[in-house]
């Protein structure tokens, strides 16, 4: 669990806030993802980052906005945010985006939108 | 539409005792399969991961099977502990869908939710 850290690991927001969760990886690997779980849903890829080059967004709302400076961090900015967008925010990472390689996922960011 | 299933949707069993949990998919075109380990408040942890060819794979009391025929995974728990307690995941991978063929395609269960109680 170490080699992918999550901060903060609790965050709660209003509407208008505007916020950054952030995730690094201590494992040389080159993709980088984001995820948001919410109760018994599954979990929901948000977008990838390969090379440090974004392969896909999956449609997410531009309320969300990823950034991924090199391929040891990843960023995502969030603001205006929806009630509906309190979930658990997890970032992983793996070797490359083929999807053979085992992800890596970090802890966690439980977000609450008020 | 790419679809994977878990059954049961939780389960409580006794300390000790054996489980056998259920994954189905229907996942084209396919890659890989693996099950994971989800505890309250932490990551998904991975305990197996099986291509088209493996039709079983150990991970200590942790056993998958895979029957790529029918499209059926299971995660079978041997003498499980306290510790097992947690919901287990599994996810099954897609080749190259991604504009230039950059990633795989990755469909999650909703998970099991497992309890053991002592």
């Known amino acids: 669990e170490t080699g992918v850290t999550q901060t903060p690991r609790h965050l709660v927001m209003g509407m208008t806030n505007k916020k950054s969760l952030k995730c690094e990886q201590h494992?040389?690997?080159?993709?980088m993802y984001w995820y948001k779980q919410s109760a018994k849903k599954p979990l929901e890829l948000m977008f990838v980052?390969?090379?440090?080059?974004?392969?896909e967004n999956n449609s997410v709302p531009s309320r969300f906005s990823p950034e991924c400076p090199n391929s040891s961090h990843l960023f995502l900015h969030l603001h205006t945010l929806q009630p509906e967008d309190s979930a658990l925010y997890l970032c992983?990472?793996?070797?490359?985006?083929?999807?053979?390689?085992?992800?890596?996922f970090g802890p966690g960011t439980r977000l609450t939108v008020l | 539409k790419n679809q994977v299933e878990q059954s049961p949707q939780s389960l409580i069993i006794l300390e000790g005792k054996n489980c056998t949990l259920q994954?189905?998919?229907?996942?084209?075109?396919?890659?890989?399969l693996r099950w994971y380990k989800q505890d309250t408040g932490r990551g998904p942890v991975s305990l197996t991961i099986?291509?088209?060819?493996?039709n079983t794979k150990s991970n200590g009391r942790y056993t998958a099977t895979l029957d790529a025929d029918t499209k059926q995974s299971s995660l079978h728990i041997t003498a499980s502990q306290l510790s097992d307690s947690a919901s287990y995941i599994c996810?099954?991978?897609?080749?190259?869908?991604?504009?230039?063929?950059?990633?795989?395609?990755?469909?999650f269960g909703k998970g099991t939710h497992l309890i053991i109680q002592p």
């Open positions: 996810v099954v991978s897609w080749r190259g869908v991604y504009s230039g063929g950059g990633a795989d395609g990755l469909t």
């Open positions: 980052y390969s090379l440090e080059e974004r392969v």
């Open positions: 494992l040389g690997h080159n993709a």
């Open positions: 992983a990472s793996s070797q490359d985006g083929t999807g053979s390689h085992e992800q890596f």
């Open positions: 994954c189905n998919y229907t996942v084209s075109p396919f890659s890989n």
């Open positions: 099986m291509t088209f060819s493996e």
